[in-house]
């Protein structure tokens, strides 16, 4: 950049040659990738529709163009200037189901979706990171959506024993303290699953743990403690199991 050139820039806010080029460069950039992201979502869109989704209900496809006036610096050519340009916002998402244990409710979230070839891929409802047909892919929308229900009804079936088993027990002794609380195991591939529990204690320090069933009065004895038995010794407790 010349003298004259900067003087100008300083004074009128002109831009020199090399910077409208860089300017007109940027915009007709920016132009491209909308068209390019619009192209994109609409393909993805035609595929969505092919494989039985239904925009509003199972997608949503909400990219819009925007145009934007601001003034930008531009770094690397260190120049600042007033530009007009387009941009896209939005994304296409598929809508699922998801049970929600802290609201106890279902809720619809939102899902990535993109396109590889004429395959779809959205790791929210599939257990593997890869793109799948698009008959596929709503058809394990429908399986995820069916989990959510079934979770549903299965957390509310849980709370519904447990709140018949406290009742249960705080009724059959109403001195004690019942409590729900958690318990855990670990299964064949070494994961910690949770299961609810309930104690029953009493003021010695005794306590029983049920572990419950699938249904009311189906519980069972998960732990126990016996506060006056811990205070024998061996041979009072041979003594209390051989009068027993």
Known sequence: MTNQELQLEIDFGILTVAQQERVDSFIKNQKDLVQNSIRNSNAIEILLNEGGFIKGIDYENTIKVKTITTEKRFCHDDFKADITYE??????????????????????????????????????????????????????????????????????REKAVIDYTVNKYKTLFPKANVTVGKDYYRNYKRNYIEFPIITVAFESGSYIIFKLGYENDKEFIHKKFDAVEAKLNAIEILNLYNNQ
């Open 87 to 156: 941009t896209v916002e939005g994304s296409i998402s598929i809508l699922y189901k998801r049970y929600d244990s802290t609201s106890n409710k279902i809720v619809t979230q939102k899902g990535y979706v993109g396109k590889t070839s004429d395959k779809l891929e959205c790791s929210s409802i599939t257990p593997q990171y890869r793109a799948y047909k698009p008959t596929t892919l709503f058809a394990k929308l429908v399986e995820n959506n069916n989990k959510a229900q079934l979770d549903y009804n299965s957390a509310n």
